[in-house]
């Protein structure tokens, strides 16, 4: 009897132990699971809204050394609309608002022409290959990316011209950022959350991205992903 007792003993402490494992590693699944979401959400407002709030600066302070502001007034409005709608799809975890009902080719030859416009500068739009309906997982990945180089070459590279494609292969899908500005060098160049946070989501869609830099010949950012 009194092994019996024993043994039932110690099925109970087993049984408190392994519920106490469960509870840790729930515990800590939850906050991991926070921590990645936070990650998201750090990167989706610095892709999105921080990038928006930038150009809004820049194009107020063009309008201000403009004897006729009129054209920079505008595209401010524009892009605060546009904040606004990245807002709303953010708290509502949709689509970027470029791709809203566009396609992928639709939604960069639109950011490419606001560089343009923004910036005074020759932007291209090329395809390469027959374009196709991707995943919306591979889809943002490839907006998101655009958007953090275009926004950097606006920014920083004072640039000439800049080159955008998207080449369509058999199962993967390529964005090529081109320009002709002032290059850096990425084995010294500080890697601000920009290009972590967009390293860090291509890979975790199992992607890959490259940079290439130099002083005098530019920059070229290139991102693939898979279907």
């Not at 392994?18 to 699944?29: G, T």
């Not at 892709?47 to 054209?71: E, V």
């Not at 990245?86 to 490419?112: C, I, Y």
């Not at 004072?158 to 080449?167: F, I, L, P, W």
Request: no cysteine; proline share 4%; net charge negative.
């Amino acid at each position: 009897m009194e092994r019996v007792m024993e043994q039932s003993e110690d099925r109970s402490a087993l049984i408190e132990e392994l519920e106490a494992q469960r509870a840790e590693v729930a515990r800590l699944s939850a906050e991991h699971g926070a921590l990645t979401e936070r990650e998201r959400l750090a990167g989706e407002i610095h892709d999105t809204l921080a990038q928006g709030f930038t150009s809004i600066i820049m194009l107020l302070q063009a309008a201000d050394a403009q004897p006729d502001p009129a054209r920079h007034l505008a595209l401010a409005v524009q892009t605060a609309r546009e904040n606004l709608a990245e807002a709303r799809a953010l708290m509502a975890a949709l689509s970027p608002a470029p791709l809203d009902g566009s396609t992928l080719d639709e939604a960069l030859v639109r950011l490419a022409d606001r560089l343009g416009e923004e910036a005074g500068i020759a932007v291209t739009f090329t395809v390469h290959g027959e374009s196709r309906p991707l995943p919306p997982s591979a889809e943002v990945v490839l907006i998101r990316a655009a958007q953090e180089a275009l926004a950097n070459v606006r920014e920083h590279a004072a640039a000439g011209r800049v080159d955008v494609s998207a080449a369509y292969g058999p199962r993967t899908v390529t964005l090529e950022v081109r320009d002709d500005g002032h290059g850096f060098d990425p084995s010294v160049a500080a890697d601000g959350y920009g290009l972590r946070g967009m390293r860090s989501r291509v890979e975790q869609a199992g992607g890959s991205m490259r940079v290439r830099s130099s002083r005098e010949g530019g920059t070229v950012l290139t991102v693939e992903v898979a279907e």
